[in-house]
C-alpha cells in the first residue's frame, strides 16, 4: 500500500505557523489465502501454479501530518511551507517530507504546488508532485488536490527466494486524487480546531501483501475515504 491521506487545502500557512493534522481511514487489502473451486477462477501467480484466488479486506490506517510555514515570500511565490506525513500501514510505514509553494489567488482560489520523497521499507524511495486547490464558501473551505508519485519499488514484488541477487527496481507511476472540504470546529482548550472529511481514488491500485498478482485480477483504481482532525496555530 502508499500513502493516500494527504489533507492539503492549497492554503499554506504563514511563516511561523503550523498545522497538525490527525488521520483516520481505510485501505484495501488484497489476499490469497482461500483455495480456487470451480466458482472462483485461479488468479495468484506468485510461483506460476495459480492454486490460489484473490480476496479483499480493509484494514484501518492512520496518518499524521504536519506542516510549517517557513516564509511569507519566495521570489514570485507569495508563501512557502515543509510538510511532514507519516502514515501506516504502508508496508509498513511509510515517511514523506514536502516543501510546498504558494500561487497567487486567482479568482478567490487558493492554489499551491509541491514536490517532495518518501521513504519506507523499500528497496528505494518514491518521489512525488502535488498541487492543490480551494475556495471558501461559508464557512467550510472546500478543496481538491493531485498527486503524481513515481512509486517506491514495492518489496514483496521483487523479493523472491533468491536472497543473493540484488533487488530489481520495479517503479511504476501513480495518480491520486482527493476531494474533502474543512470545517472549522468551536473553540476549546487542547481540542481539534477543524474536521476533514476527504475521499480519495488512486490509479493504479498496487496490492499490498506477500504475493504476486495478476494485473487483471485487481481492479485498476482505489477507493478510500479518510477522516481528519487537526489543530492549528
Given at each position: ?111 499551491m504546488l509541491g514536490a ?43 523479493l523472491k527466494d533468491d ?71
Open positions: 500500500m502508499y500513502s493516500t491521506q494527504h489533507f492539503h487545502t492549497g492554503v499554506l500557512m504563514p511563516e511561523g505557523h503550523g498545522e497538525a493534522t490527525l488521520g483516520l481511514g481505510r485501505q484495501p487489502r488484497w489476499d490469497c489465502s482461500a483455495p480456487a473451486d470451480s466458482l472462483h477462477p485461479k488468479a495468484c501467480n506468485q510461483d506460476g501454479s495459480g492454486s490460489e484466488k484473490v480476496s479483499q479486506s480493509d484494514v484501518p490506517q492512520v496518518s499524521l501530518d504536519y506542516r510549517l510555514g517557513i516564509s511569507d515570500h519566495v521570489g514570485p511565490f507569495p508563501g512557502a511551507e515543509l510538510q511532514w506525513h507519516l502514515e501506516a500501514p504502508t508496508n509498513p510505514v511509510s515517511l514523506e517530507f514536502a516543501l510546498n509553494l504558494a500561487m497567487p489567488v486567482w479568482g478567490g482560489m487558493h492554489h517532495g520523497w518518501g521513504i519506507g521499507a523499500w528497496a528505494d524511495n518514491s518521489l512525488f508532485l502535488q498541487y492543490a486547490a480551494s475556495r471558501r464558501i461559508g464557512l467550510p473551505l472546500f478543496f481538491a488536490n493531485m498527486r503524481l508519485t513515481l512509486l517506491a519499488t514495492q518489496m514483496p514484488r521483487v536472497f543473493a541477487r540484488a533487488l530489481p527496481s520495479d517503479r511504476v507511476l501513480v495518480l491520486q486524487s482527493g476531494f474533502g472540504a474543512r470545517f472549522p470546529l468551536p473553540h476549546a482548550p487542547f481540542a481539534p480546531n477543524f474536521l476533514v472529511p476527504q475521499f480519495n481514488v488512486s490509479y493504479p491500485q498496487i496490492p499490498a501483501g506477500d504475493r504476486d498478482f495478476r494485473r487483471s485480477d485487481i481492479p485498476p483504481l482505489q477507493w478510500d475515504m479518510n477522516l481528519g482532525l487537526g489543530w492549528d496555530w
